[in-house]
């Protein structure tokens, strides 16, 4: 199974900006959508962004709209997500993950179970 790996995470004060990386083993026209989602203690992952890797198309929460920002390297077969104006209540582990089948691509995949393969998550924590 493919593995997905998180990096990027930290410890950030509230109003700043972080960015994380999601390393692929490859894209793939078949699979081509990667989502990123986030969860904290006692509830549910949450999608917080998806990109087509295929044709960069993207799609947000209304959540993090006009702050997080996904992005993919078609080189490097990474996915990136810029995030931006923090809140403490962005504190959360954060997955990346690769959608079950290829879309086309809305808000619908901002749901964990569309998806299959998982990383391991990269903590990212708000605070002053």
């Known amino acids: 199974q493919e593995q997905l790996v998180e990096s990027g995470g930290g410890l950030v004060q509230p109003g700043g900006s972080l960015r994380l990386s999601c390393a692929a083993s490859r894209f793939t026209l078949d699979y081509p959508i990667i989502g990123w989602f986030r969860r904290t203690w006692g509830k549910e992952r949450e999608g917080v962004a998806a990109i087509n890797t295929t044709d960069g198309s993207t799609i947000y929460p209304d959540s993090v709209k006009g702050r997080f920002t996904v992005s993919r390297d078609t080189v490097k077969n990474t996915v990136s997500l810029h995030m931006n104006s923090l809140k403490p209540e962005d504190s959360a582990v954060y997955y990346c993950?690769?959608?079950?089948?290829?879309?086309?691509?809305?808000?619908?995949?901002?749901?964990?179970?569309?998806?299959?393969?998982w990383g391991q998550g990269t903590q990212v924590t708000v605070s002053s």
């Open positions: 993950a690769r959608a079950r089948d290829a879309g086309p691509l809305t808000t619908w995949y901002l749901r964990y179970y569309e998806y299959s393969s």
